[in-house]
């Protein structure tokens, strides 16, 4: 069994290349479902014959497992330990997509998926707190990020081709997979680790529950956008496979995304430019309001995927420097889980009350302009607070 080398961390065991590596593949594992919910929601409709409203539901409960995972974890780190809930979390997601195989109605759908997305949440809030521990998490979560856009499209072309039975197994093996290498997560209980930060990595600490919220409010777009985005594409006419298709090399450009997000926070400040990425997005989710025609949707999915990535870069590593007992940091999928099952839920309920996928993308632009709030209120307030600091 591989254990931490906490020789090459000096002083933090979280910047081991193995905690690193594992970290990483984790995350990755653990995101899964939600980054392919566009092509997992179109098999549950097609494969199982649940309709529109039917399908937000059960992804949402998905995600609600994965906020309440999140949530578990930040209780239950400092007695259980990170390898303790890594385990747990393996069994009860393996467990509950084994089920799925065999329960395959709407009821019982609902149970299984939360208790999914529960297992994936104990195990990728460990993983994400490991990546944000690092001495450097901004530039972690980068390259996770960049890591998450590679996966994110083979998965969206790996996943209309299975069957629901292969969808589930493919999701077992993953975190199969990770079992022989849970020993290079560092093994201490406690998760505050103490640990010099550089002056530019530090930030008032409140900041770091402001950024969680507004990881919540930001990911109801990105949640009713994303599990809805296919559905809506075939109901406004257009091909079901080509708009797939569209959407999976979409993805591409979160590469972009990424390496664009990573030059500008080498060359400028952390905040002005999320702002702009904000008023960008408002606008991409908004076009679908507008007409889901052939450009529109390119458009729009294509503006989706670039800002999607350079926004989280910003989110998640933000929180991270803010708050570096990595305490803020686990509740990072948690709050991505809780933003991802609201915007389904209520994209639910906008679809049962008539409002039809226009209403979707007002709540998708709706949603984003109010993280756009959030983050100019706080660069304000931060900028007063500077201003009238001594020097």
């Known amino acids: 069994m591989p254990t931490a080398d906490s020789s090459t961390a000096s002083q933090n065991p979280f910047d081991s290349k193995g905690t690193f590596l594992l970290s990483l593949y984790m995350a990755l594992v653990g995101y899964s479902v939600l980054v392919a919910l566009p092509a997992i929601n179109s098999a549950w409709v097609d494969q199982l014959g649940f309709s529109d409203v039917e ?3 059960v992804a949402s409960s998905d995600l609600l497992g994965l906020f309440l995972g999140s949530v578990a ?8 330990g990170r390898r303790a809930l890594i385990y747990a979390g393996i069994a009860i997601a393996i467990a509950a997509n084994w089920l799925c195989i065999y329960f395959t109605d709407y009821s019982a759908m609902l149970i299984l998926r939360t ?15 490991g990546l944000g521990a690092r001495s450097k998490p901004r530039e972690a979560f980068n390259w996770m990020l960049l890591a998450f856009a590679f996966s994110q499209f083979i998965e969206l072309q790996l996943i209309p081709h299975l069957s629901m039975t292969g969808i589930y197994i493919f999701f077992i093996a993953t975190y199969v997979v990770t079992l022989p290498f849970v020993g290079f997560m560092p093994s201490q209980k406690q998760a505050r680790p103490e640990f010099a930060i550089a002056s530019d990595e530090q930030r008032p600490g409140a900041l770091a529950w402001v950024g969680i919220f507004a990881i919540v409010v930001a990911y109801v777009n990105i949640g009713a956008y994303w599990s809805n985005i296919e559905l809506a594409a075939e109901a406004g006419g257009l091909d079901g496979d080509w708009a797939a298709q569209v959407i999976s090399w979409s993805v591409l450009l979160s590469f972009v995304g990424c390496f664009g997000a990573m030059y500008v926070l080498r060359h400028f400040d952390h905040d002005r430019p999320v702002l702009v990425t904000f008023v960008l997005m408002v606008i991409a989710v908004g076009l679908l309001a507008v ?15 670039f800002l999607w990535i350079f926004i989280d870069v910003y989110q998640m590593g933000g929180v991270s420097a803010a708050d570096r007992t990595g305490s803020a940091a686990a509740f990072i999928p948690g709050a991505q889980g809780l933003g991802q099952m609201l915007g389904p839920l209520v994209a639910s309920f906008l679809l049962e009350r008539g409002a039809g996928y226009d209403g979707i993308f007002i709540l998708c632009a709706g949603a984003s302009a109010t993280a756009l709030l959030i983050y100019t209120l706080s660069y304000l307030a931060t900028r007063t607070r500077t201003a009238a600091s001594p020097q």
């Open 115 to 129: 208790l999914a997305g529960f297992g994936a949440g104990l195990y990728t809030a460990v993983a994400v707190a």
């Open 73 to 80: 974890v930040s209780f239950l780190i400092s007695r259980l």
């Open 55 to 57: 399908v937000n539901r």
């Open 291 to 305: 007409d889901v025609s052939a450009g529109y949707f390119i458009l729009s999915v294509a503006m989706f995927n």
